[in-house]
């Protein structure tokens, strides 16, 4: 049985930091390219970040690079989305999921909520 889950979101102040991560089950993980999406009250899916299956090559969104980094730890299965410098209009629901981009992602978790609120 495949399983995604988010863990790690919150209430957090502006300009504040917070780690989530994804810990993944019932695939090849550490063969898996990784991503993380998000969705802000009101508004349609968003891709933030990708990880290749070995973790030496990431990309972010524009609106979050420098912010934000992915990483990935194979033994444990799971992937990390660090969270720095938070604004308000990253609050989201925070996916991870399994693929390289649009069209690709065929296992998603249940999602984390991010608030980011003074």
């Known amino acids: 049985e495949v399983q995604v889950v988010e863990s790690g979101g919150g209430l957090v102040q502006p300009g504040g930091s917070l780690r989530l991560s994804c810990a993944a089950s019932?695939?090849?993980?550490?063969?898996?390219?990784m991503s993380w999406v998000r969705q802000a009250p009101g508004k349609g899916l968003e891709w933030v970040s990708y990880?290749?299956?070995?973790?030496?090559?990431?990309y972010a969104a524009d609106s979050v690079k420098g912010r934000f980094t992915n990483s990935r730890d194979n033994d444990k299965n799971t992937v990390y989305l660090q969270m720095n410098s938070l604004r308000a209009e990253d609050t989201a629901v925070y996916y991870c999921?399994?693929?390289?981009?649009?069209?690709?992602?065929?296992?998603w978790g249940q999602g984390t909520q991010v608030t980011v609120s003074s």
């Open positions: 999921a399994r693929g390289e981009n649009w069209g690709s992602y065929d296992y």
């Open positions: 019932g695939f090849a993980f550490s063969r898996s390219d």
């Open positions: 990880i290749n299956s070995g973790g030496g090559s990431t």
